[in-house]
């Protein structure tokens, strides 16, 4: 079993920046890839951002590219999410997720990923 916990939500005025973060524990690593997908009020749940564990690849929306950096501590097995020049459609919970290993064609698909974090709620203001 692992266990995912984000935090660092919030409300931000446009343009502005967070930065998210997901500790992993349990079972970690057998899971090789993991992600961030969002849930806006109303909408289904979109893929944001994914990381292979082992090589740093990574992979992103094409709504966030050039905004967003994921990037991984192996070391520490946390997961972060920086989001810069923040959008009001932006504003969503935010999910933490582990794959064991999609191959690269569903990589952003959310039956690829086993195990899911809470959720944070992040906020851009207009």
């Known amino acids: 079993q692992v266990q995912l916990v984000e935090s660092g939500g919030g409300l931000v005025q446009a343009g502005g920046s967070l930065r998210l973060s997901c500790a992993a524990s349990?079972?970690?690593?057998?899971?090789?890839?993991m992600g961030w997908f969002r849930q806006a009020l109303g909408k289904e749940q979109e893929f944001v951002a994914a990381?292979?564990?082992?090589?740093?690849?990574?992979f992103y929306a094409d709504s966030v590219k050039g905004r967003f950096t994921i990037s991984r501590d192996t070391a520490k097995n946390t997961l972060d999410l920086q989001m810069n020049s923040l959008k009001p459609e932006d504003t969503a919970v935010y999910y933490c997720?582990?794959?064991?290993?999609?191959?690269?064609?569903?990589?952003?698909?959310?039956?690829?990923?086993?195990?899911w974090g809470q959720g944070t709620q992040v906020t851009v203001s207009s």
């Open positions: 349990g079972r970690t690593f057998s899971s090789n890839t």
């Open positions: 997720a582990a794959a064991a290993n999609p191959p690269l064609a569903r990589i952003s698909t959310h039956s690829s990923y086993i195990y």
């Open positions: 990381v292979r564990w082992d090589t740093g690849l990574t």
